[in-house]
């Protein structure tokens, strides 16, 4: 009878690779915590400077302005006339104090204030468009960036693929297993 001796693998140094797997793992982890840059933060930073948002509340705040006019009376205007006969130099004088009080029987300030309601809910829905219109510009320059990193991520993929391609034919050429065409 023959004796068989037992296949012995060799011994595989498992917390070796603990260690060095724990090593790589936390080495990476700056990378994996990186934080990202996406559409709402580019967004947000394009909407949140301060010389966008001074430009699109200045024609509320000039509405709201015309507002506070149109809905103040009139002041009082106070006159004074002197009048002299023969001349200034004269013997007798004449000296007139008025105060003028103009007032809107017929409704004209009701109908300014209502004009300039009118114009600061035009000015807040301009400002909106504006404030779309900037999203909207954002979110293509954004997505035109994301779309040219995936293109070059793809072409370089591809050219890493065809160089790969390239060098395994020529060590099969080398080794004569493969055709010259």
């Known amino acids: 009878m023959t004796k068989t001796e037992a296949i ?15 090593l790589l793992s936390s080495a990476a982890m700056p990378f994996a915590s990186a934080e990202t840059y996406t559409l709402a933060d580019a967004v947000e930073a394009a909407l949140s400077r301060s ?71 035009a000015a807040q829905t301009g400002a909106q468009v504006e404030r779309a219109r900037i999203a909207s510009d954002v979110t293509q320059a954004y997505y035109t960036v994301v ?6 991520s793809a072409e370089t993929n591809y050219r890493d693929q065809l160089d790969a391609l390239l060098d395994n034919t020529r060590m099969r050429l080398q080794a004569g297993d493969a055709a010259q065409y």
């Open 8 to 22: 012995r693998a060799k011994k595989i140094p498992t917390f070796n690779r603990l260690f060095v797997a724990l």
């Open 51 to 121: 010389d966008v948002e001074t430009v699109l509340t200045s024609d509320v705040d000039a509405a709201q302005g015309r507002r506070m006019t149109a809905g103040t009376r009139p002041n009082p205007v106070l006159g004074l006339d002197r009048e002299g006969v023969d001349g200034f130099a004269g013997d007798g004088s004449e000296t007139i104090l008025s105060i003028e009080q103009s007032f809107d029987f017929f409704g004209r300030r009701k109908l300014a204030v209502t004009g300039a309601d009118a114009d600061i809910r």
């Open 147 to 152: 779309y040219t990193q995936a293109r070059l």
